[in-house]
């Protein structure tokens, strides 16, 4: 028979599942007995410190991801230790230490595949998928995303397709594909409302959002992206918030409302380096310096487009480095 604390693990367990990081955190920090045995229990502190990332306490997120790996590895728990290098590679990508991020995920996606853990392959395909898109290798991204669904086919993990889809209609967004971009993110938001996911559903929306805000279908985007953004409020998500904001503000763009985005964009760069999220920063730094181009505001665009290239510099993503050196040189800077 299942014991009262193994019977509530598998109520964490189902939070987590369903992304609702903020009711995780707060269910387990008002039970004394889980508070009590955090330290020891590395499947508890692995979700407990998971939540806290998604919730974009990134630093408080992996020293409970580090006591959870240590805790799995003293007790030869593998499928644990696996999916908390993975996790503590996601931590790594949120904060923009890409190499880190990718050694953490060659390595678990290793371990997991000899385990059989398909569902942990599938999560550090999709995130070796995201590194190279983020570097500019979306025909390496397309195959890393390719696997990744295979793998959580087996797994029969269909919130992991979900994920797939958005982040394939990402890499198609990003050659000018829109066509394929928008077929892959309505397959997104169809899955993702068929496993009963809003969380993830808001997600695929705002990218449809943004595929429509660069075909110019202004007033459908901002209704999506608002639609996202009250999701995302609602599940506390902050993190995926932001983005929304972002999504938002271009829409608003796409529909003359300049000083609106302008406004949204800057906010969101704010809030992203006040929370050590320096992807989003560079990637909203950017999308600022086209709005001002469009606006006719020559000087800001140039400041925030070099910005924005030197951030991305950083951070190892070569092929938005080099996107902005082209666009910095078009027009006489350097």
């Not at 569902?119 to 890393?144: E, F, K, P, W, Y």
């Not at 496993?195 to 959002?209: E, T």
């Not at 910005?307 to 190892?316: K, N, W």
């Amino acid at each position: 028979m299942d014991t009262p604390m193994l019977m509530d693990l598998r109520t964490v367990e189902q939070l987590a599942t369903e992304g609702r990081h903020a009711e995780l955190v707060a269910y387990v920090e008002g039970r004394q007995d889980f508070v009590e045995v955090l330290d020891g229990s590395p499947t508890l502190a692995l979700l407990y410190g998971t939540a806290h990332a998604r919730l974009g306490r990134l630093a408080e997120g992996d020293r409970w991801v580090a006591l959870a790996l240590q805790r799995a590895q003293e007790r030869g728990d593998r499928a644990i230790e696996v999916r908390a290098v993975n996790v503590r590679g996601a931590i790594a990508l949120e904060g923009g230490r890409l190499d880190d991020a990718s050694e953490h995920f060659r390595r678990a996606l290793d371990e997991a595949g000899k385990l059989g853990d398909h569902a942990t392959m599938g999560r550090c395909s999709n995130n070796l998928g995201i590194i190279a898109s983020v570097r500019g290798d979306h025909t390496s991204a397309v195959g890393s995303y390719t696997m990744a669904q295979a793998a959580f086919q087996r797994a029969g993990h269909r919130r992991g397709i979900v994920e797939t889809h958005h982040n394939l209609a990402i890499a198609h967004r990003e050659q000018g594909q829109l066509d394929r971009a928008l077929a892959e993110e309505e397959r997104a938001v169809e899955v993702a409302h068929e496993v009963g996911d809003p969380g993830l559903a808001a997600q695929s929306l705002a990218g449809r959002a943004e595929i429509r805000a660069t075909m110019g279908d202004a007033a459908m985007a901002r209704r999506e992206a608002e639609t996202a953004l009250a999701v995302h409020r609602e599940l506390r998500d902050v993190v995926r918030e932001a983005e929304d904001l972002r999504v938002l503000a271009l829409a608003r763009a796409a529909g003359g409302e300049t000083a609106e985005s302008l406004r949204l964009l800057r906010e969101v760069i704010e809030s992203a380096r006040a929370h050590a999220r320096p992807l989003l920063a560079a990637t909203a730094e950017r999308d600022l310096a086209r709005v001002l181009e469009r606006a006719g505001m020559r000087e800001e665009a140039l400041q925030s487009a070099a910005v924005a290239r030197d951030e991305f510099a950083e951070l190892g993503a070569v092929g938005e480095r080099q996107k902005l050196e082209q666009w910095l040189a078009a027009w006489g800077a350097r």
